[in-house]
Nanobody, 128 residues
């Protein structure tokens, strides 16, 4: 399994921006499907965004579409989540997830069970 380390979380005012990074160990990062999930206090973990091995396909939850952008740099073994126009409802712990699967259907990205490796999480707090 790949080891994942998230960074870039913090406190930001509503309307602001943050960029999360997820650095992965291992030599086969370029073959991994990657995703971001989040978990707010008292709520279940939910899908945020996903990206295929090459970066050619991306998927988003309706709640973040048009505001968040997922991307990856396979040369740096890193996946990013650019978060713009942040809202207090975006407050959560954000988790990076990975699975060595080159071909996933779009709906596979939405399920936590599709991913076997997880990071420790990064807190994002958006103040109103």
């Amino acid at each position: 399994q790949v080891q994942l380390v998230e960074s870039g979380g913090g406190l930001v005012q509503a309307g602001g921006s943050l960029r999360l990074s997820c650095a992965a160990s291992g030599r086969t990062f370029s073959t991994y499907a990657m995703a971001w999930f989040r978990q707010a206090p008292g709520k279940e973990r939910e899908f945020v965004a996903g990206i295929n091995w090459s970066g050619s396909s991306t998927y988003y939850a309706d709640s973040v579409k048009g505001r968040f952008t997922i991307s990856r740099d396979n040369a740096k073994n890193t996946v990013y989540l650019q978060m713009n126009s942040l809202k207090p409802d975006d407050t959560a712990v954000y988790y990076c997830a990975a699975e060595p699967r080159a071909y996933y259907s779009g709906r596979d990205y939405y399920s936590q069970s599709s991913f076997g490796s997880w990071g420790q999480g990064s807190q994002v707090t958006v103040s109103s």
